[in-house]
Structure formats: structure tokens, C-alpha cells
């Protein structure tokens, strides 16, 4: 696996939620009236910068807020938790507080994470509150049909909100725990192989480290991987192909020297096919809701004309295969990368 470094637009626009998403996420219950929005947070008046744990900015803010708004957010924003956790059971927040709203400058969103905790026992948990990006959507919905992974949010207008992903930070486990002995270095990189072939075929860009988590489960003879994406703000904008290849990222080098060390060209491309036939298998189950959702996204322009003629020609050549150049959208060019799985794996 080839790896060099991948420039990205740093511009991308935020689209707006149109009314034919907003249909679809109701007939899909992603949508809900909530009482808290994202510019009700946008509302401080002031914030400090939070030092990680090295004295390192970490590029999120603590916000202050006026005193006499303070207990309204916190009121509101356990409802929103329990909208998001319980269907809107508040008895799951009757214990709990919010304990910390921290503010990103960093990426296109701008999101709030907030942390609630129980009382009782000190347990805490996160989620997100965001500004609404159609493209980002659109990421959440195919990652949670066609990944093996599932994805909890919800919609209000121009508010999303988002389920905690838990996991290791791609870099800090490159860094921190990549070359622990108990750790079977095989299953590591047979699993970036199957996060590179489920991001081109779902056109998630973007995925550097700091992108996607590690999720480590111990089996009863050794100890599983799974490699999620974290962050959908690059969903099938960008021209380049490479940037729906994760092994084309600087930040994941390491990930590529480890399947260049441990895995041949047989290997690999039999977990490529694995995760072929895994998301064949996604099609079929969620076929109606995946058509719903090509529909919708067909309506809308979520890119440039440029950044489509490019990515179809790229397309069409990595994978020798002129029909992509028959590709009108984004929305296009991913049914053809589940068409051709199709036919691939039947053969």
C-alpha cells in the first residue's frame, strides 16, 4: 500500500438540511423537536482555552454563560441526552447533571461536547451538539447502513446531535499502543484494510488518525479490532480519490508500514473481499432505506460539477471501469461502487 500525503479543501460549505432530508430523517425517526439548538449554545459570553494533559492547547473552549441562563441549558441539554439515549424517557437523566460544555475551534463544525454524569455512581458519558451539515448527515446514514457500526443522532433544523464514539484516537494508538506484544499485529492491519475499502466505497474522506478511534475487545482466545470513523464532515465532496483512502494519509503511515509488514498480496485482498461480501450482505438487509436515501441525495447538489468530473474519472481509472464516467453525482458514483460489488462477488 502506497502512502504519501493528501491535501484537502480546508473550505468546505456547510449544506443546509433541505426539506427531502428532513423527510427522510422523519420516516427514519433520526428527527426530533428539541429543546435545546445549537446557537442556544453559540450564546457565551466569553471562554478559556483547556490544556490537555501535556499543557498543550487542545483546541477545545470552556464557554461562560450568564448565571441566569446556566440552568435552563443544563435542563435542556439532559433532555436532549435522553432524547437521543431513551426516546425521550427523562427518567434516565433523574440522576444526572451536566458537568462540563466544551467548545471546538477546530473543523468545519464547531461542535459543543458535553458531559453528563450520574450522581450516583459518578458514571459519565458525552455527546456532541452541532451545526447541521446535510453532507455530514448523509456520512452518519451510510456509515450506519453499511459499516458493521451503528450511529445514534438525532436532527432539529439546524441542530445535530451525536452519540459519543468511544475508542482509542488513531494517533495515540500509532503512537501508545501499536506495538504492544499482546497484540496481534495481523488483526490490526487486516482491519485498515477493511476501513480503506469501506471509505472509498462509501466516499468518507478525510480519514486521517485523529479521525477515526480503535475499539479494542478482548475474545476468549485473543483480542479484536475494529476501526471507526469519527468525524463525517468530508462525505463525497472532494474530487480527489485519495482522499476517500485512508492509506494515502501521512498520519497513517504507520497503519500502512504494518499491513506492508504482515499481511501479502493474497492476504489483503482476500480482507478486501471479506469486507465485500459484508457489505453486500448490508445492501440487501437495508436496500429500501439505502434507495430512500439515493433518491433524496440525488436532489441535491452537495459538491461542485469540478469536484464530480474529477472523482469520476478517477474513479474509472483505479478501477478500470468506464461506466463511471457516466456518473451524473457523488450519489452516482457510490450506487456504482455497490453495483460493482455486487456483481463481484456473485461471480
Request: hydrophobic residues 35%.
Amino acid at each position: 500500500m502506497e502512502s504519501n500525503d493528501v491535501r484537502i479543501s480546508r473550505k468546505k460549505p456547510i449544506f443546509p438540511v433541505s426539506p427531502a432530508l428532513q423527510k427522510y430523517l422523519k420516516v427514519y425517526q433520526r428527527d426530533s423537536k428539541l429543546p435545546i439548538t445549537y446557537d442556544d449554545l453559540r450564546m457565551f459570553t466569553e471562554a478559556f482555552p483547556i490544556m490537555d494533559k501535556n499543557g498543550k492547547d487542545s483546541l477545545w473552549e470552556s464557554p461562560i454563560y450568564a448565571n441566569d441562563r446556566i440552568e435552563e441549558l443544563h435542563n435542556g441539554l439532559k433532555i436532549v441526552y435522553a432524547n437521543l439515549k431513551a426516546s425521550g424517557n427523562l427518567r434516565i437523566v433523574q440522576h444526572k447533571y451536566i458537568d462540563k460544555i466544551e467548545y471546538c475551534t477546530f473543523g468545519n463544525t464547531h461542535p459543543f461536547r458535553i458531559r453528563i454524569v450520574n450522581r450516583l455512581n459518578d458514571v459519565y458519558d458525552y455527546f456532541y451538539v452541532k451545526k447541521a451539515d446535510a453532507s455530514r448527515i448523509y456520512g452518519l446514514e451510510l456509515e450506519h447502513i453499511l459499516s458493521p457500526n451503528q450511529v445514534n443522532y438525532l436532527v432539529d433544523r439546524e441542530t445535530l446531535i451525536e452519540e459519543h464514539i468511544a475508542g482509542i484516537p488513531g494517533d495515540v494508538f500509532a503512537k501508545s499502543y501499536l506495538q504492544n506484544s499482546e497484540y496481534n499485529p495481523t488483526r490490526i492491519a487486516k482491519e485498515f484494510v477493511k476501513f480503506n475499502e469501506r471509505c472509498l466505497v462509501m466516499l468518507l474522506g478525510d480519514m486521517r488518525a485523529y479521525n477515526f478511534v480503535v475499539q479494542i475487545t478482548p475474545d476468549f482466545d485473543d483480542i479484536q479490532f475494529r476501526i471507526r470513523a469519527i468525524d463525517f464532515d468530508q462525505q463525497f465532496y472532494e474530487g480527489n480519490i485519495k482522499v476517500y483512502l485512508p492509506q494515502f494519509f501521512k498520519e497513517n503511515l504507520p497503519y500502512v508500514k504494518l499491513g506492508m509488514e504482515h499481511l501479502t498480496e493474497k492476504t489483503y485482498l482476500q480482507y478486501q473481499q471479506e469486507e465485500k461480501s459484508s457489505l453486500l450482505h448490508r445492501v440487501r438487509s437495508e436496500r429500501h432505506r439505502l434507495a430512500d436515501l439515493r433518491d433524496v441525495s440525488n436532489t441535491e447538489i452537495l459538491t461542485t460539477l469540478e469536484n464530480i468530473e474529477t472523482l469520476k474519472l478517477a474513479m474509472s481509472n483505479y478501477f478500470t471501469d468506464p461506466q463511471y464516467l457516466e456518473c451524473k453525482s457523488m450519489t452516482d458514483i457510490i450506487e456504482l461502487n455497490l453495483k460493482n460489488i455486487i456483481r463481484q462477488v456473485k461471480l
